[in-house]
């Protein structure tokens, strides 16, 4: 089992940078790949990132990717998502999450830890 605490969120303005960061604990992260997934309301959950269990590979959205960097450190079993230029779209309750794999997952149905979210407001 796994315990996923997100951090970080915060009102920024367009065009400014946040750092989340999902501490694990229960379990090594290192046996597990992880994502990045937000959600506002009324709508889906919207995948941002992947990274694998090594670290080795990484996936983005669309709609993220050049401005957001997705990063693990396994020797101290946190996960981060670094957010560059903003944009009022990027509002979203953001939530990291955990694989029973070690590969790149963009699905919500591919994880099996949640952390309870962490919101990011942006300014116009």
């Known amino acids: 089992q796994v315990q996923l605490v997100e951090s970080g969120g915060g009102l920024v303005q367009a065009g400014g940078s946040l750092k989340l960061s999902c501490a694990a604990s229960g379990r090594s992260l290192g046996t597990t790949a992880m994502g990045w997934f937000r959600q506002t309301p009324g709508k889906a959950r919207e995948f941002v990132a992947a990274i694998n269990r090594a670290g080795t590979g990484v996936a983005y959205s669309d709609s993220v990717k050049g401005r957001f960097t997705i990063s693990r450190d396994n020797t101290k079993n946190t996960l981060y998502l670094q957010m560059n230029s903003l944009k009022y779209e990027d509002t979203a309750v953001y939530s990291c999450?955990?694989?029973?794999?070690?590969?790149?997952?963009?699905?919500?149905?591919?994880?099996?830890?949640w952390g309870e979210g962490t919101q990011v407001t942006v300014s116009s």
């Open positions: 999450a955990g694989s029973q794999y070690y590969g790149l997952y963009r699905a919500p149905g591919d994880y099996v830890y």
